[in-house]
């Protein structure tokens, strides 16, 4: 239930990733200075997430700053990468255990 559990979080952060992607892009900053880095970082990004499949109801408007969808991107990343070392992890073992 766990592993279920945990796909779940990183499908979800990837579908999160590919809404932020298709969003609108930011405009690239001019040359960085203290102040304009800080509005990049405070600048608020909704990204729309469709509601699932064979409903109508459950749409979503999704907003958060630019630095908190670095640090939900960064999350999904190093989730999905936990996991595929699980799976990369539990299919060696799985084949040591039948090789004896």
Same mark, same amino acid.
């Given at each position: 239930?766990?592993?279920?559990? #945990?796909?779940?979080? !990183?499908?979800? *952060?990837?579908?999160?990733?590919?809404? +932020?992607?298709? +969003?609108?892009?930011? +405009?690239?900053?001019? +040359? %960085? &200075?203290?102040?304009?880095?800080?509005? &990049?970082?405070?600048?608020? /990004?909704?990204?729309?997430?469709?509601?699932?499949? *064979?409903?109508?109801? *459950? !749409?979503?408007?999704?907003?958060?700053? #630019?630095?908190?969808?670095?640090?939900?991107?960064?999350? %999904?990343?190093?989730?999905?990468?936990? /996991?595929?070392?699980? /799976?990369?992890?539990? /299919?060696?073992?799985?084949?040591? #255990?039948?090789?004896?």
């Amino acid at each position: 239930m766990r592993v279920f559990r #945990n796909f779940v979080v !990183a499908v979800s *952060g990837l579908l999160v990733v590919a809404g +932020a992607a298709m +969003a609108q892009p930011v +405009a690239p900053a001019p +040359a %960085a &200075s203290d102040e304009s880095v800080t509005v &990049s970082e405070n600048r608020i /990004m909704c990204v729309h997430q469709d509601a699932p499949t *064979g409903s109508r109801l *459950g !749409a979503k408007k999704i907003c958060h700053t #630019n630095a908190q969808w670095r640090t939900i991107h960064a999350n %999904a990343e190093q989730d999905m990468l936990h /996991m595929q070392d699980r /799976m990369d992890n539990s /299919m060696e073992g799985a084949a040591l #255990n039948a090789g004896h």
